[in-house]
């Protein structure tokens, strides 16, 4: 349906924050979103995290207008773009493959919205654009000419100058190795400080979402599982998916079976454990109890007066820089993982098939309703983003 010239551009004039309200999306055979709701305050820098097939892409390409929502509406400030054309929103997306155009300069790639909408100042927005994401000086040269960390800069830069009020980033580090990703996690944060734009980032590298975003929403099965500060979802998951999926989490199957003062008491495998009421979503009955591995000690004889600690035998120890994992198989047969920092190198050398002992503060345990079935998802989804 055509639309007057009046509507497109009220559509593009829209500011304030993005708000999903019941959106879904379905497919023949499946539903990829389902009966989402979120609001994402302006000029915040939000991830949308979870694995391959949780829905995450397709809610972006719902809110860049390459897809449709099945039910529900997407607006930014009070204007509705449900049903609006990707042409018509004031958002722009920056994709993994950066799209750039081959036969154009760095400059021209840049300048080629701009001109497209007659914009006489297009030269100089081209130029402000990349100075901004530090590449002016590279502006006469060719996509092939330049890195694959200087091609995504331009591909930024390319998204700025229109001056969208969303900036879509749809796994933009992907293509890039360990070492250019994490600087470019660097470079698009002081980006979005400095620019102010409301940056939405889709990806499934915890990691990466946790470095750059204000607010993270873990995704699954097209539903958001939890949303909150990086902290918070990393300190505090509240399901067993979030647990496994944002981090490393040393999880065991019990049942909560008492008080004592602030703390619940639980059964976990066979060991007597506390966990803090306030840190615990379930008050009674089954329990996945959590603690994550760097607030795990290891030590050789079993500590005095902690009350949580549980005896194991070392199955491999692994020396990674700043600190030695240890993998330590439990009575129960589970594997827990404990981290400690390489102060000392020499104070505990531990080999495999030793007797240690862990143990953690009570404090740093969690509790949430017990899920076989994410944890056994969160841990497969993980290893496929590593492969």
């Known amino acids: 349906m055509a639309r007057n010239d009046g509507k497109v551009s009220g559509f593009r004039d829209a500011k304030g924050d993005l708000r999903l309200e019941n959106v879904t999306k379905s497919f023949a055979e499946f539903t990829a979103v389902d009966d989402l709701s979120l609001t994402v305050p302006r000029g915040s820098f939000f991830a949308l995290l979870g694995p391959s097939g949780c829905g995450k892409t397709t809610t972006l390409r719902m809110v860049a207008g390459l897809e449709q929502p099945t039910g529900g509406r997407i607006f930014i400030g009070d204007t509705d773009l449900t049903g609006s054309r990707a042409y018509e929103r004031p958002v722009n997306t920056v994709f993994q493959s950066y799209a750039l155009f081959p036969h154009l300069t760095i400059a021209e790639n840049v300048a080629f919205g701009p001109k497209r909408r007659g914009d006489a100042n297009a030269a100089t927005m081209a130029q402000e654009a990349l100075e901004l994401v530090q590449m002016s000086h590279l502006a006469g040269r060719k996509p092939a000419q330049l890195s694959g960390g200087q091609q995504q800069r331009v591909a930024v830069a390319r998204a700025l100058v229109n001056r969208p009020e969303v900036l879509l980033l749809d796994e933009p580090l992907g293509a890039l190795d360990l070492k ?17 734009l409301t940056f939405i980032h889709v990806t499934h590298d915890q990691e990466e979402a946790m470095t750059m975003a204000d607010t993270v929403a873990v995704m699954n099965h097209g ?40 703390f619940l008491v639980a059964e976990v495998q066979g060991t007597t454990v506390k966990i803090p009421s306030a840190r615990c979503s379930v008050e009674s009955g089954e329990v996945t109890f959590g603690v994550r591995p760097e607030k795990v000690s290891v030590a050789r004889r079993q500590p005095d007066g902690t009350g ?3 005896r194991g035998r070392v199955l491999d120890v692994s020396f990674i820089g700043v600190a030695t994992q240890y993998l330590v198989q439990l009575p129960s047969g589970t594997v827990w993982s404990a981290y400690e920092q390489n102060l000392d190198l020499e104070a ?40």
Do not use: C
């Open 180 to 196: 250019l990703r994490r600087q470019m996690q660097v470079e698009l944060k002081r980006i979005q400080t400095e620019v102010g």
């Open 223 to 262: 539903r958001i599982e939890q949303m909150g500060p990086p902290v918070q979802m990393y300190d505090l998951p509240k399901t067993a998916f979030v647990a496994n999926f944002v981090g490393q989490s040393n999880l065991g199957q019990g049942r909560i079976t008492g008080r004592d003062g602030d």
């Open 308 to 310: 949580n600690d549980v």
């Open 348 to 387: 505990m050398d531990l080999r495999p098939g030793d007797e240690v002992w862990l143990t953690w503060k009570p404090g740093h345990a969690f509790g949430v309703a017990p899920d076989a079935d994410a944890v056994k998802a969160a841990e497969a989804a993980k290893v496929g983003s590593t492969q």
